[in-house]
C-alpha cells in the first residue's frame, strides 16, 4: 500500500519529463528552420488550445516569441499573438533580452492596430533593454527599424535619420544593409539632395542583389523609381516602375507598384489607356494614404478624357478620404514620447556613468590594498628567505668541502688512467695511420696499373695505330696532310668511350655541362698522344683549334666549380 503511491508518482514525473523534451525539440526545430522556413515554423507551432494551456511559464512564453516571429516574418497578423506576447511580457524581465523581443512584436502589433504612442513606448523600451546585449544586433537592427519607421510617418525626419544611421551600423547582412540605406535615402529625398539620395539607393539596389532577395530587389527599384519621379527625371523613374513590377514576388502585394507605374503614364502622356489599367488595378491593394493619391489621378484622367461624371466620383472618394486623415494629435503625443524616452536614456547613460566611476573608485581602493598587503607579506617572505638561504650556504659550503677532497683524489687516480689509456690510443693511432699510408699506396699502383691497361687497350685498336701513323706526316704543306673523317672520329669516340667509360661517369657527374667533345679530349690527354695527334683525332691538322677547344672546356669546368 505505501509503495502504490511512489510508483504512480515516478510514473507522472516521468511522463511530465518526456512531454518536456518533446516541447524542447519542437521549439528546437522550429527555431531552426525558421530562417529559411517560416511558413514550416507557423506550421509547426500550430497547437490546439489544451496543449498551449498545458506549456509551463518558461515555454509558454517561449512559445509566444516563436509563433510571433514566424508571423512576422510571414507578413500575416500578429493579432492571433497579442494574449501570448502579454504572457511572455509578464514572465520576462526587464534585465532579459527575451523582454526586448517580446517589446519588438508587441510593438509591431500596436503599428498594425495604429497605435503609434502604445508602438513608439514599446519600441523605445526595449531598445533600453537591449543596449545591455551588444551581441543581439538583429534584435537592435529591428527595433530601431520600426522605431525609425514611426519617428518618420508621425514627421520627426532628423531624428528618424539618426535612427537609420545607427540601424545601418547594426545590419550584419546584405539584406539588412539594403533596408537600411533605403531608409536613409528616402530621407536625403525628402530633404531634396539628389545626389545623396541616388547614391544610397543604388548601394542599396546592390546589396539587396547580393541577398538574392527578390521581393527587397523590387523594393529597392520601385524606390530608384519614386526618387526620380521626385526629380522629375520620368524616363528613369518609369524603366525601374517596370523593373520593379517585374521583380515583385506574385504573392506580394502589387499595388503600390501599380500605382507609381500608371501614375509615371500618366505624367509622361505616352499610354493613357495602361495609365487607366494600372490606377484602376491599384485600387484595390494600396493603403488608404496611397489611395487617396490615386484617386486624385484618376479624377485628373478621366477629366481629360471627358468623364465628367466618373471623376466627380472619384474626387468624391478623394475628398472624404483627405477628410479622414488627421495626424496632429498623433505627431503631438510621439514627440512627447521621444522626448521622454531621450530624458530616460540621458538619465540611464548617468547612472551608468555614476556605477562605472564608483566600480572604478571600489576596484582602485582594493588593488591599492591589494599592493600595500602584498607589499609587506613580500618584505617579510624576503626576510625569510634570505635568512633560510644563509643557513642553506653554509651547509652546502661544508659538503662541497667534503665532496671536493673526495673529487680531488678521484680525479688524480683518474688522471693516471688517463695518461696510461692515452699512451695505448696513441700507439694504436700510428698503427692506423701506416696502415692508412699502406692501403692509399696501394689504391694508387692499383690506379696507375689500371691507367696502364686502359691506355694498352687503346693503343691496341686500330684507331690509335691510324692516329699515330697520321701524327708522323711530314709535310710542309698543311692543307696536303691528312686528319680523321668524320667517320673514324665517331669510331675513336666509341673506342675511347667504351674504354674510359668510368672516367666518362666521373666527369659527367663533376661536370654535367661538358660536352662529348670535352669529355673525349680530356680522355685522350689522358694518353701518351702529342697535342697533334690529339688534333688529328679532331678533325685538325694544327693545335690552334685544339687550344681552343681546350680553352672553352676550361671556362665550362671552372664556371661550374664556381657556382659549387
Known amino acids: 500500500m505505501k509503495i502504490t503511491p511512489i510508483l504512480l508518482s515516478l510514473l507522472l514525473l516521468l511522463l511530465s519529463c518526456s512531454q518536456s523534451n518533446e516541447t524542447g525539440t519542437l521549439f528546437l526545430h522550429a527555431d531552426a528552420l525558421m530562417e529559411e522556413h517560416p511558413d514550416s515554423v507557423l506550421r509547426l507551432l500550430d497547437l490546439p488550445p489544451e496543449e498551449i494551456k498545458e506549456l509551463s511559464g518558461n515555454e509558454c512564453a517561449r512559445y509566444a516569441l516563436l509563433l510571433a516571429r514566424a508571423t512576422d516574418k510571414c507578413k500575416l497578423s500578429l493579432l492571433p499573438c497579442d494574449s501570448l506576447l502579454n504572457v511572455a511580457l509578464d514572465y520576462y524581465d526587464d534585465d532579459e533580452k527575451e523582454k526586448a523581443v517580446a517589446l519588438l512584436y508587441k510593438g509591431r502589433l500596436a503599428v498594425e492596430m495604429k497605435k503609434a504612442e502604445e508602438a513608439t513606448t514599446c519600441f523605445q523600451k526595449g531598445l533600453t533593454i537591449i543596449q545591455d546585449f551588444p551581441e543581439e544586433l538583429k534584435t537592435k537592427n529591428l ?3 520600426s522605431l525609425g519607421n514611426i519617428y518618420f510617418d508621425a514627421g520627426y525626419y532628423d531624428k528618424s535619420m539618426e535612427i537609420y544611421e545607427t540601424m545601418y551600423e547594426c545590419c550584419t547582412t546584405y539584406l539588412d544593409k539594403s533596408i537600411a540605406l533605403n531608409n536613409i535615402s528616402t530621407y536625403y529625398c525628402l530633404i531634396d539632395e539628389k545626389d545623396s539620395t541616388l547614391m544610397f539607393q543604388h548601394q542599396a539596389l546592390n546589396y539587396a542583389i547580393a541577398s538574392g532577395d527578390s521581393l527587397q530587389i523590387a523594393m529597392s527599384k520601385h524606390n530608384l523609381s519614386l526618387e526620380f519621379d521626385s526629380f522629375d527625371e520620368l524616363d528613369s523613374a518609369l524603366y525601374y516602375a517596370k523593373m520593379a513590377l517585374k ?18 503614364l500618366l505624367k509622361t502622356g505616352k499610354n493613357k489607356d495602361s495609365a487607366l489599367y494600372y490606377l484602376t488595378k491599384a485600387l484595390d491593394d494600396i493603403p488608404i494614404e496611397s489611395k487617396a493619391s490615386c484617386l486624385k489621378s484618376l479624377y485628373n484622367l478621366e477629366k481629360e478624357n471627358g468623364d465628367y461624371k466618373t471623376a466627380n466620383t472619384y ?10 486623415l488627421f495626424y496632429m494629435e498623433q505627431s503631438t503625443e510621439i514627440q512627447q514620447l521621444i522626448y521622454e524616452y531621450n530624458t530616460k536614456m540621458r538619465v540611464r547613460e548617468e547612472q551608468l556613468k555614476g556605477k562605472r566611476i564608483i566600480y572604478r ?3 582602485g581602493f582594493v588593488s591599492i590594498c591589494m599592493l600595500i598587503i602584498l607589499a609587506y607579506q613580500n618584505h617579510i617572505n624576503r626576510k625569510k628567505r634570505i635568512q633560510l638561504q644563509y643557513k642553506q650556504s653554509l651547509e652546502q659550503a661544508q659538503n662541497k668541502l667534503s665532496s671536493l677532497e673526495t673529487t680531488i683524489e678521484n680525479n688524480q687516480l683518474m688522471i693516471t688512467l688517463l695518461k696510461q689509456e692515452q699512451n695505448n690510443l696513441k700507439q ?3 698503427n692506423k695511420e701506416q696502415q692508412v699510408e699502406e692501403r692509399e699506396q696501394t689504391i694508387a699502383r692499383l690506379k696507375e696499373e689500371k691507367q696502364q691497361l686502359l691506355h694498352w687497350l687503346f693503343a691496341q685498336s686500330s684507331i690509335y695505330q691510324k692516329v699515330i701513323t697520321l701524327s708522323k706526316q711530314t709535310s710542309s704543306n698543311k692543307k696536303q696532310m691528312k686528319a680523321l673523317t668524320t667517320t673514324e672520329q665517331e669510331q675513336l669516340k666509341k673506342t675511347v668511350f667504351g ?17 662529348e667533345d670535352d669529355q673525349l679530349l680530356l680522355c685522350l690527354q689522358e694518353t701518351s698522344l702529342s697535342p697533334l695527334a690529339i ?28 657556382e659549387v
Do not use: W
Open 499 to 515: 674504354i674510359y667509360q668510368s672516367y666518362i661517369s666521373f666527369l659527367h657527374n663533376e661536370y654535367p655541362r661538358l660536352m
Open 428 to 430: 694504436e693511432h700510428e
Open 535 to 562: 688534333a688529328i683525332c679532331f678533325g685538325y691538322t694544327d693545335t690552334h683549334p685544339l687550344n681552343q677547344k681546350k680553352y672553352r672546356m676550361k671556362k665550362r669546368m671552372s664556371r661550374e666549380e664556381s
Open 361 to 363: 573608485t571600489i576596484v
Open 247 to 264: 521583380e515583385l514576388p506574385q504573392k506580394e502585394n502589387h499595388g503600390n507598384c501599380y500605382f507609381n507605374l500608371g501614375d509615371l
Open 143 to 145: 527595433l530601431l527599424s
Open 315 to 324: 474626387l468624391e472618394e478623394h475628398s472624404a478620404i483627405i477628410d479622414s
